[in-house]
């Protein structure tokens, strides 16, 4: 397999207004591919937005108008706004990986997901994060086994985690287990810290890793929206006090080396060129579901069924 160039779009999202944010997506993935990207990721939770509330004051208080505006801006899977997304990645000729809020057809529930496109436009996968942290729990659901999902496309087997769920080991070991060339992280998380994160799961994985996060300044916050100016808590940190996500987009290579950022504090898109050679020749030290995993040991089970709320029995019962 030859090389090829992905690249990490931090951007600012339009607040609550999906057709105006995949019009980002569009530009955005444009540009990507004019500057010769096969594989475009978008952060966490881009469409709609982050639900920036639920880190603005007392939980539930007040929150009545924003949460309204996510259920109706949050995407359907499949729905038209899926169908813009593929028409982006097909036109384009790239895999595209982009972040969204999702809520079922008749629900008012959101998930915290990301959607898999690839290079024909078609939808290869969606996965919904196992677990919100803290005060996202307030506005978001939980996924299941189910959509722990890994996609073959034209550039090598492509799977991650969204956010903090990158912290949960075995979510990682199963991940692992899948074969995965390029690991996703769509992300929320700024600081250092989190870099190492990313540092340590192309170690770990021998794989290359994508973290991206949106970068938005206050300023970005729509004039219109409602109840502007408690929508949002001002950092103490007089450098963070203008940013609602300051960013903190990596690209690491699978020994662990910084290929690109972290970039903080701009609209940017960051490239790489990858090579999945460089892959399988990292697995010859330490491959962790393989030569290097003790199965006489170790055990993992994962529940991959579906959790739908309600299961439907068809037809008539046995009367006995």
């Not at 992905?6 to 999202?13: I, T």
């Not at 996924?143 to 799977?159: K, N, Y």
Request: proline share 7%; charged share 25%.
């Amino acid at each position: 397999m030859t090389a090829f160039t992905v690249a990490a779009v931090q951007a600012a999202y339009v607040l609550m207004d999906r057709d105006a944010t995949i019009d980002r997506v569009a530009a955005l993935t444009g540009e990507a591919a004019a500057n010769g990207a096969k594989l475009v990721v978008f952060p966490e939770a881009f469409v709609p937005g982050d639900p920036i509330w639920k880190d603005a004051g007392i939980i539930w208080d007040g929150d009545e108008a924003w949460y309204s505006m996510l259920v109706d801006q949050a995407i359907v899977v499949p729905s038209e706004a899926t169908e813009r997304l593929g028409a982006i990645a097909r036109e384009h000729a790239v895999t595209l990986v982009v972040g969204i809020d999702e809520r079922e057809p008749n629900g008012a529930t959101i998930y915290c997901s990301m959607l898999y496109f690839g290079s024909d436009g078609s939808l290869l996968g969606k996965h919904r994060k196992l677990m919100p942290t803290g005060s996202e729990r307030t506005v978001w659901g939980m996924g299941d086994g189910s959509l722990l999902t890994v996609v073959d496309t034209e550039i090598g087997r492509v799977g991650g985690l969204i956010c903090w769920e990158n912290y949960m080991p075995l979510a990682r070991y199963y991940m692992y287990s899948q074969g995965i060339d390029v690991w996703v992280a769509p992300t929320l998380a700024t600081g250092d810290a989190w870099v190492a994160t990313m540092r340590h799961i192309a170690r770990e994985g021998r794989l290359y890793v994508i973290g991206v996060n949106p970068c938005v300044r206050v300023d970005q916050i729509p004039e219109d929206f409602p109840a502007r100016d408690k929508v949002w808590k001002l950092e103490d940190d007089p450098d963070e006090r203008d940013w609602v996500s300051p960013g903190n987009s990596v690209i690491i290579g699978p020994t662990g080396k910084m290929l690109a950022g972290p970039s903080r504090h701009e609209e940017t898109i960051l490239y790489a060129d990858i090579d999945p050679s460089e892959v399988r020749a990292a697995r010859r030290y330490f491959d962790p579901t393989g030569h290097y995993n003790r199965p006489d040991v170790f055990r993992l089970s994962v529940d991959t069924r579906p959790r739908p709320a309600v299961s439907q029995v068809v037809g008539a019962l046995d009367p006995d």
